[in-house]
């Protein structure tokens, strides 16, 4: 049976394939080495069996692989012509098809897809064409309008990153040359200011000839790509390019925020190396077009005794300079390996004991890697117990030295900031409406004050209530919770503690938990989740009436893959939501995503998420302390748990 449909497709038969599908119990049966009939013919590019298989409503199902990816993967065009001409290439399914395509070489299908799948253009598209030496495709993506000056989300760079910011570290000057021709900045600035020249010099140790173990690495990169169908990407020119950024007008002599200039960047990441030996050449270029070495605060970071400290500092180094990409200060050096002759010589020298870097600060290094007598020594110097560090060590949030501490349950270290006060911020900023976090979360929020919801909470869970609870500790027992509200906000934050909360706990009970808890407090309550993986926010409300109300994350990207998937079978609610939220005002709440839904109804509402946590769920009796905010954040805090 399968036979006869393997050789009408092979064929590109129609009738044949009408016939022998007609014989078929499971259309979509996974037939042809785990390919359904449809994914096989669009695969071989029988375009006259793909229509019969389409002419008998088979329908692709969401959980395997896009037909339209493998006709594009095979560039069979007539047969990607027949699934758009049908409405069966949606949005995102373009989207990726132009990645895989452009990374291949394939250009007529990229180009397929620009004029007739109206794919949406992204610059990462053009990036992936520069990285793999795709200079055709890269060429017509560029005059298809791109914004070379584009900010790239999803980066480390806070959305400052251009493709000139990621195009140089390929070491290809006929990229370079192309981006600069359609208008990209060549001195653009990411978040730290640094600039694609910058850039550029702290990755040419990734362009050298490969040691024999980077050369077997490569050589299995390789395989990997040709096994891909992937083009292999073209051997780097550092020194070429280096000369194309110069002569396009690449300013040698800017220095990012730390006071790196593009020669610090190439010396400090050969130095890192240790088989990555500096190429004079290379910086000869530098210095003739303004850049300027230094090398005693070369020396100070490389440092590793008093003696070699004090020769750099006699000769000039700088003791606060923050190195270029990654890498800790002098002084967080020396706090991180708890060294106090080390920290004692760079105070003495003038260094910054509060200066961050890319990690942290120094009493936060200290506390980090328990250096209890550093810590000890870097208080009494003068540090800020209350500085926070750059970046966040974990899901809660950027956190001061004692925060660190509790989180890594540092106990001694935890104790001693404690006796000095170091739980107890004179300074703190006010929690905003908003969403502070934005990976995978689910929060509880109920309308109202904290003796209101803890009320209503302890009555459901047959427990007693506690206010005025932060910084206390209690027993946790089977069921607990903790009621915030933060100063100014409406809403208060519901934290349960036990049973410690799960991702994989069902929404359905904790729907009826906020259902229940509406009518118990007489208040209005909410869940809302988020995924990172779906980009999507859902919220669930609850009115003490018992009215129920959802937004369930559905957006237009969204639907618009849901029906050009699914096509004519895809449901009614889905086209209807569509359709209104197509003819909705540019602006309206119904064009927002989801996230800007629900950014917008917490500001209406007052309400913050992702900013509350508990900084230890796990101890038992628990402590009512709060990542990243100290009590009198909030209005008040209520412990809701067993009976005393």
């Not at 006929?174 to 900045?185: P, Q, S, V």
């Not at 932060?470 to 903790?482: I, L, Q, R, W």
């Not at 980009?535 to 639907?559: C, I, N, R, Y």
């Not at 628990?622 to 990243?628: L, Q, R, T």
Request: glycine share 8%.
């Amino acid at each position: 049976m399968s036979a006869n449909l393997q050789s009408a497709i092979d064929a590109n038969d129609a009738e044949q394939t009408r016939a022998a599908l007609a014989e078929l119990p499971d259309k979509n049966a996974k037939l042809f080495d785990g390919l359904s009939p449809m994914q096989y013919a669009a695969k071989v590019g029988s375009n006259k069996s793909l229509a019969a298989i389409l002419d008998a409503g088979i329908k692709p199902k969401a959980s395997h692989r896009h037909p339209f990816i493998f006709a594009c993967e095979g560039q069979h065009i007539p047969a990607m012509q027949l699934l758009v001409s049908r409405k069966m290439a949606p949005p995102t399914t373009v989207s990726s098809a132009m990645s895989g395509a452009i990374s291949k070489g394939h250009n007529e299908v990229a180009r397929f897809l620009l004029q007739q799948a109206k794919a949406k253009l992204k610059i990462m598209h053009l990036v992936a064409a520069l990285e793999k030496g795709n200079l055709e495709g890269a060429r017509m993506l560029a005059d298809a309008g791109l914004n070379m000056n584009e900010p790239i989300e999803g980066t480390h760079s806070k959305g400052k990153f251009t493709a000139m910011h990621l195009c140089v570290k390929n070491g290809n000057p006929e990229g370079i040359r192309l981006l600069i021709e359609h208008g990209a900045n060549h001195n653009a600035r990411d978040h730290r200011g640094a600039t694609p020249l910058m850039v550029f010099a702290g990755h040419v140790w990734l362009m050298l000839p490969p040691t024999d173990d980077w050369a077997q690495f490569r050589k299995a990169l390789v395989l990997i790509a040709n096994k891909n169908g992937a083009l292999e990407s073209p051997k780097p020119e550092p020194e070429a390019t280096l000369r194309e950024l110069l002569n396009s007008g690449a300013d040698a002599t800017l220095k990012d925020d730390h006071g790196n200039d593009a020669l610090d960047y190439y010396q400090f990441t050969c130095r890192r190396r240790n088989d990555s030996p500096e190429d004079p050449k290379i910086i000869e270029i530098l210095k003739n077009a303004g850049a300027q070495d230094s090398d005693a605060t070369l020396e100070l970071h490389f440092a590793n005794d008093v003696a070699a400290v004090q020769k750099a500092i006699a000769a000039g180094a700088d003791v606060n300079r923050i190195p270029p990409m990654h890498g800790l200060s002098a002084l967080g050096k020396a706090a991180s390996d708890g060294n106090i002759e080390l920290i004692k010589v760079l105070l003495e020298a003038g260094a910054d004991i509060n200066k961050a870097d890319w990690e942290g600060r120094p009493l936060i290094h200290a506390a980090y890697h328990n250096k209890l007598p550093a810590v000890k020594f870097l208080v009494e110097a003068g540090a800020d117990l209350f500085a926070i560090q750059p970046t966040a060590p974990s899901e809660l949030g950027p956190m001061n030295a004692f925060q660190v501490a509790q989180w890594l349950r540092i106990k001694d270290v935890k104790d001693y900031l404690k006796s000095v006060g170091g739980d107890k911020a004179p300074k703190w900023k006010p929690i905003e409406a908003g969403v502070h976090y934005w990976e995978d979360f689910r929060e509880l929020l109920a309308k109202g004050d904290v003796a209101t919801v803890a009320a209503g909470l302890a009555s459901i869970i047959n427990g007693s209530v506690h206010l005025n609870a932060a910084g206390k500790k209690f027993k946790a027992g089977e069921v607990s919770y903790v009621v915030a509200r933060p100063k100014g906000l409406s809403w208060s934050n519901i934290i349960q503690i036990r049973p410690v909360p799960r991702r994989s706990d069902k929404l359905g009970k904790l729907s009826e938990f906020c259902k229940s808890l509406a009518a118990a407090a007489a208040v209005s309550t909410l869940m809302i989740q988020y995924s990172d993986t779906s980009v999507a926010a859902e919220v669930h409300g609850f009115e003490p009436s018992g009215k129920t109300w959802k937004d369930d994350g559905w957006d237009q990207p969204m639907l618009e893959e849901l029906i050009g998937f699914l096509g004519p079978e895809a449901p009614a609610w889905a086209k209807k939501r569509l359709a209104t939220i197509e003819a909705a005002e540019e602006g309206s709440k119904q064009r927002m995503s989801s996230s800007d839904r629900l950014i917008a109804l917490a500001t209406e509402e007052n309400f913050a998420v992702g900013a509350v946590s508990l900084a230890d769920y796990n101890e038992d009796p628990v402590e009512i302390a709060f990542a990243g905010h100290p009590p009198e954040a909030f209005d008040d805090v209520a412990f809701v748990g067993p009976h005393s």
